[in-house]
């Protein structure tokens, strides 16, 4: 079947644009995270949905990073006003299940670049 | 708080040499521990996962075990080949919803 896709592959914004990245996870899968990776760094977690439940927002790094999942399907993560520190790949991970346990299939990102 | 610290790359080596990639973790608890690689032009895939000390995850070659006294999770591989070159990352855990938390990547190169 299809794994976590995730659009646009790649964003280029001016400094100041507001940007929506969206990902579509695995048909059925109860959890969402996004992650952001900053260049030759680790992810870092941003937030967590199970359903349509943000249940973790604690990675966000300002009140300009928003995410929604209203269906608890697809997600969106807007980012307002962007800045050239926002320049990353996005990453968005899907799981089966409500657990903390379960295998995190990730998408291929979005890779961000503010100017 | 809970990080993940693996050693510095790039890693180079010839083809058929042993790869150890080390990884040492600070948590509370007793979180579960993965190793992700990312291919070039590839998303992050799981390669192992171990759940519990003494615990050994191993998966195409590639082995892992979860040693809580020395808190690592080195992975290791007999004999490399050209297509393991990528980047491997190490994380862990922790039972707060499903928050991974990941060491900064180790790229490892494998010349023929």
């Known amino acids: 079947g299809a794994g976590v896709s995730q659009s646009p592959r790649y964003k280029v914004a001016k400094r100041g644009q507001d940007v929506a990245l969206r990902c579509d996870p695995i048909?059925?899968?109860?959890?969402l995270f996004w992650y952001q990776q900053a260049l030759g760094q680790g992810p870092e977690f941003l937030t967590y949905?199970?359903?349509?439940?943000?249940?973790?927002k604690s990675g966000l790094p300002s009140d300009r990073f928003f995410a929604e999942r209203p269906e608890g399907s697809v997600s969106t993560l807007k980012i307002q006003r962007t800045q050239q520190e926002d320049s990353a790949v996005y990453l968005c991970?899907?799981?089966?299940?409500?657990?903390?346990?379960?295998?995190?299939?990730f998408g291929p990102g979005t890779r961000l670049l503010v100017l | 708080g809970n990080s993940v610290t693996q050693m510095e790359g790039p890693v180079t080596l010839s083809e058929e040499a042993f790869l150890t990639i080390n990884c040492t973790y600070t948590?509370?608890?007793?979180?579960?521990l993965f190793w992700y690689v990312q291919y070039p032009g590839e998303g992050l895939q799981l390669l192992l996962k171990?759940?519990?000390?003494?615990d050994k995850g191993s998966n195409k070659g590639f082995e892992a075990t979860y040693r809580k006294e020395t808190t690592s999770f080195h992975l290791e591989k007999g004999s490399v080949q050209v297509s393991d070159s990528a980047v491997y990352f190490c994380?862990?855990?922790?039972?707060?919803?499903?928050?991974?938390?990941f060491g900064q990547g180790t790229e490892l190169s494998v010349k023929p």
């Open positions: 991970a899907s799981s089966l299940g409500g657990t903390a346990w379960e295998t995190q299939y």
């Open positions: 048909s059925g899968h109860v959890s």
């Open positions: 949905f199970q359903n349509e439940a943000q249940l973790d």
């Open positions: 948590a509370t608890g007793y979180p579960s």
């Open positions: 171990a759940t519990k000390a003494d």
């Open positions: 994380a862990l855990l922790y039972n707060q919803g499903g928050k991974l938390i």
